[in-house]
């Protein structure tokens, strides 16, 4: 019995596969024009020696190997992902597409489809070729109810039409709805999946939770101590690593993540030397933790590197189904009384910078134009008196015609941010308005958020890499619960707009569009911008060494040892790490280093 | 005075003056309790007194008065510490401010350096200030009131619940003590900590709902005590007396029985009391207690244990915290002292 509904599930597939992927059955159109990228500058440093070992942290020890279903979406997935190579890959400092399994690539005219032409070099880890079946069977694969992955099912079935096999080493890649030409290979460009490691997908959840599946990435995983580490090493053999691309870049011979279960004790090993680097973005690690002999004898460098990424569109989303909120004038009030720059002055020793747009660290398509209502207590209190909130409560507060105090509740579900807020309830309380601070669990702030039960929301959302509004904007998602429009958005001019953008395919007329949408959004004021960190700070032993620039513009310093895209660019020198671990022993010292990368420092005045 | 108070109280008092340690303790700790009461008049940003052009200004418990009526060009609340200033090349106009001027919430930060900042005479921070600039006084002494009052609202309605559901099982027995014994040991099995996440997970807690939330599990400890003390008492003549009359079972357990089960109630109310600042504090500290900014004990001890090197903010908090619990342990220990019943009783 088992064997027959093995054998059905089996066919099934086969004919899903079949369905989602017509072999051959179609000729190549004849017009397409071929791309590839050789152009675009090398980001890593042709001084890079190989070898070494990196040690890294994680908080707890991943709950599977696998990438997709139950569990898999913790802190571990970065570096399981991330040896997992797209057919292209985005240059990231020039956004230009660059070759990765496949060589060239061409669109169609409906911008639906894109075309390639795979690399027949490309290796899975277990020596097997990437054959072009790999890629039909990804469909399969995310498809497939076995996963147990809602969110994939439904995805690679609504977004991902089909993939084509024209030959062994031509496919093509299409979406169901034609996407802008600088959005499409975001969606297109699949991740093949080895077809004859998944040959058998029954109980995939438990069989393949410990299992290491094949990659085409840089390493693999080598060695994994349940509980504690895993280890993963260099394909010294790795089919890429001569690419322009990829030369002198992954260059450790072992990375380690060892489990240290708090980030405080992580921080001692780390002073010890048995982590090589350390995340120090907050102010508190800068400034103090990140102080000392260490540092001051020059055996643990600092590096402060700015980038030029999508920020998170953090702010205060005011819901205008409140009442209070409806009115205009209440919204322009509260942003001229919002006193960030006190909080990032005086308390988050100005390391911040001032949000203006929602969208912020997007490029082009950010207007630059747009500046944040500044801090102005007349203003504040001209549009408040406008309002109808003119007297002030015996307690300062003010009071409108109807005895109401202009008292409002913030969700927010992040404790780090209590000291911002508490500082903010002061100064807002000199305008005469009231906070009121509802700290909630981060799960469920966001949940009470969904259903609108907010009056207003301290918090932001992470995007893609192209400023998307329908979800938040859009007057279809307002006034109703589990959508993303958290200000309850509902201006016809807005949906307008939105429209135009969402079915505009040119790239310039989506920028002028998206400014007029930003600058939208500023006049309604519903959104108040709170502050950005365009920048990534780290501490690392002075034997970690990277290329001239340290980083990328999407990403900070490339510590993360793995990412296709922008990670692998730093190296181990063992000979400077013998001096150092030396020097420390006798006493001896350096010169201390702190470096501040402003490469890609985006200036704003 | 016709208020004559019973002979034999009048010993326990005699002896519980006599233990004095646990005297002395006692009356610093009331006395502690009424300052606590007036925080308002020793630590606040509030001036105590203002002369201004002639007029007399009491700001302390009145409405917020607007700057512009000292002259100042803002019209929400006067910054009295800066009016002090103002103030001072001023010989017709001056203010007396409180011992501490600041209060618990406002944040005193600089344009130089960055909070927390050290101990200071000169700016009358006299144990430094937290992270965000507040005064760290001022946040230890209305945090204190918060605590002790939380802790005696929430003592005297946990033994409400657990004298009565206690003496109740006792007097009653039978089925009723029988089935209340195993709802006792039934909840008191729920675990008390996952509750209060689970709640203030999802509604930001109050004062009156963390005392709510505790009291639910607070109840269960006194009742076993009550339970066996009732039980004891309710065999004595005296009972059977007051049976014998027509003594309602309210008029004999509230009336009869309860006076002499006094000495049992008043032991515990220390330690119940310390529990009680223990519970509010250790809460705070995790994160689950009053919501922010309410100056609390346990949020300054958490910032105090992230920040080590700011030896003040921990340092303050952990110092005040031993001296009350000793404090109200001694307390405790004198009371105990003064009402063993092996030295007196109250039956014949």
Known sequence: MKKLSICLVTLLWAASLFSSASLAATNLPDNLLWLTNDQDPVYASPN?????????????????????????????????????????????????????????????????????????????????????????????????????????????????????????????????????????????????????????????????????????????????????????????????????????????????????????????????GKLDSFVTTLPLYWHKKATGPEFDNGYIHKLWFYTDAPMPSVGLWLNQDKPLFKDINIRLALAHAFNIEKVNQQVLRGDYSRKHNIHSGFGKYTNTKIKAREYNLDKADKYFNKAGWEKRGRDGIRVNKAGQRLSIPVTYGNEAHTPRLVVLKEEYKKAGVELVLRKMDSAASFKSVLEKKHDAWWGGLIGGRKPQYWGQFHSENAHKSQTNNFTNTDDSKIDTMIDAYRSAMKTDERIKLAHALQQRIHDLGAWIPRLDTPYIRIAYWQWIQFPDVPGTRMGGPAISAFDLSQGGLFWIDKKLKKTTLTARKKGTTFTPVTRIDETFKVNIQ | MHFQLNPLTQKKIQRFKSIRRGYYSFILFTLIVLLSCFAEILVNSRALLVHYEGSWHFPTYGAVIPGKVFGLDYSYETNYRELEKHFNNDSKNFIIMPPIPFNAYENDLKTSAFPPFPPSFKDSHYLGTDTIGRDVAARLIYGFRTAIFFSLILLVVSYLVGVSIGAAMGYFGGLFDLLFQRIIEIWSNIPFLYVIMIVSSIMIPNFLTLIAIILLFGWIQLTWYMRTVTYKEKAREYVMAAKALGASHSRVIFYHILPNTISIIITFIPFSLASGIIALTSLDFLGFGLPAPTPSWGELLSQGSNNLESLWIVSSVIVSMTVILVMVAFIGEAIREAFDPKQHTTYE
Do not use: C
């Open chain 1, 48 to 272: 890079a020696i190989k070898g070494g070992t990196l040690r890294n942290m994680l908080i707890s020890f991943p709950l599977t190997l696998r990438y997709v279903g139950p569990d898999s979406n913790g802190s571990f997935r970065p570096a399981v992902l991330g040896n997992q190579m797209s057919l292209i890959e985005e240059h990231p400092n020039t956004h230009n597409l660059l070759p990765a399994l496949a060589t060239h690539w061409a669109y169609s005219d409906d911008n639906t489809t894109m075309y390639f032409k795979l690399n027949p070099h490309a290796k899975w880890s277990d020596g097997k070729p990437v054959k072009a079946s790999d890629y039909a069977f990804t469909l399969t694969f995310m498809r497939s109810k076995e996963i147990v992955a809602p969110w994939y099912n439904t995805y690679y079935k609504k977004q991902i039409k089909e993939v084509i096999i024209y030959d062994e080493h031509t496919i093509s890649v299409s979406t169901t709805k034609p996407k802008p030409r600088d959005e499409l290979h975001s969606h297109i460009s699949i991740t093949p999946t080895p077809q004859h490691f998944y040959a058998d997908m029954s109980n995939f959840v438990r069989k393949f939770n410990w299992k290491i599946a094949p990659n085409t990435g840089a390493y693999q995983i080598s060695k994994i101590k349940k509980g504690k580490s895993i280890t993963f090493s260099r394909k010294k053999n790795w089919w890429a690593k001569d690419l322009k691309y990829y030369k002198n870049r992954f260059n450790v011979d072992k990375v380690r993540y060892s489990v240290i279960r708090d980030l405080n004790i992580g921080w001692e090993y780390f002073l010890k």
